[in-house]
């Protein structure tokens, strides 16, 4: 197997930290050489310079050619924007300043927490959800920081893809470009987002036989603006697809296996009709002109 490169995942996770050491000795199997750690909230921002900090240490005592890097990246997630102190955007800031790697994410927009989600829903348990305009006001500020620093952004978007739209080409954007993380928008609207920058992610999860629609939709992405994620510990693969498995969560919930980027990638490349080889040259570039690592 190629390198390979996972551009969204929650590594820092409480969820994985008992299983630490097995999770990172299965990445090395399959070949990860790099992977973008998001946070989501001030709440998780040290737990991520913490464990990009213990890695990058890590590779530079190792003697090993293969060393996986992990890129933080912090951000505000619509979801937690109601619970914001006033000093969020400072102490943003801070963690931005503290290393040149980083990056701002996971942002963006969110109607499904307002329309849809249920209110017993144990995820948003504790959360104030914000409305939309309070949302889109954390996402132009956390934006025009990304653009003033030229650093990439990883967006989060459900269920608001025609007002993410009209607010990406409304606010000043980086001019490395952005990623659409796990997109499940319309295919149409594809192109307009390439246009103004959009790389887009590919998750493990849309191989589930009743997401087809979005066949169409990666099948449309131009490869130069392809890259393949795991959200790991979230957003599982299907059933008989995943080869790496970890122990329920204490509230019985799955845990995503970061080490399934390897099924996730073969899925993808059927998909599309390539080769492993193939797509994971491609991906490869895409990552590093985006997130500025290579393999």
């Known amino acids: 197997m190629p ?7 929650h590594l820092q996770d409480a969820w994985l930290a008992p299983h630490r050491d ?4 299965d990445l090395a199997i399959v070949g990860v050489r790099a992977a973008v750690v998001n946070g989501t909230s001030e709440a ?18 190792s ?18 924007v109601g ?3 006033p000093a969020w955007q400072e102490i943003l800031e801070s963690h931005l300043d503290a290393d040149p790697r980083a990056i701002i994410g996971e942002i963006g927009l969110d109607r499904w927490i307002l329309d849809r989600a249920r209110p017993d829903d144990p995820r ?34 459900l269920e608001a893809f025609g007002l993410l739209y009209d607010t990406l080409r ?21 192109s307009a987002f390439a246009r103004l920058g959009a790389y887009f992610s590919f998750n493990g999860s849309f191989l589930e036989p009743r997401k087809a629609r979005l066949r169409a939709v990666y099948s449309a992405i131009p490869v130069d603006r392809l890259l393949v994620e795991t959200d ?54 895409n990552f590093a002109r985006l997130f500025g690592v290579s393999s």
């Open 170 to 190: 409304t606010t000043s954007l980086p001019d490395r470009g952005f990623l659409l993380h796990a997109y499940s928008g319309p295919v149409e609207m594809v």
């Open 232 to 285: 790991a510990p979230a957003m599982r693969l299907p059933v008989g697809l995943a080869r790496y498995s970890l122990p329920p969560a204490a509230d019985g919930q799955a845990i995503n296996h970061p080490a399934n980027i390897a099924s996730t990638y073969e899925g993808l490349a059927d998909w599309r009709g390539l080769t492993i080889d193939a797509l994971a040259t491609s991906v490869a570039e």
């Open 124 to 157: 948003l348990s504790g959360l104030r959800r914000a409305p939309v305009d309070e949302q889109v006001h954390v996402f132009r500020s956390q934006l025009a920081l990304a653009a003033e620093r030229n650093i990439p952004v990883s967006i989060h978007c």
């Open 44 to 61: 998780d921002w040290a737990d991520v310079a913490a464990l990009c900090l213990s890695s990058s240490s890590a590779a530079q005592a």
């Open 63 to 80: 003697d090993r050619t293969a060393t996986l890097r992990l890129i933080p990246s912090y951000g505000v997630h619509p979801w937690d």
């Open 83 to 85: 619970n914001r102190t």
């Open 22 to 25: 097995r999770v990172f000795a």
């Open 3 to 9: 390198p390979l490169f996972d551009a969204h995942n």
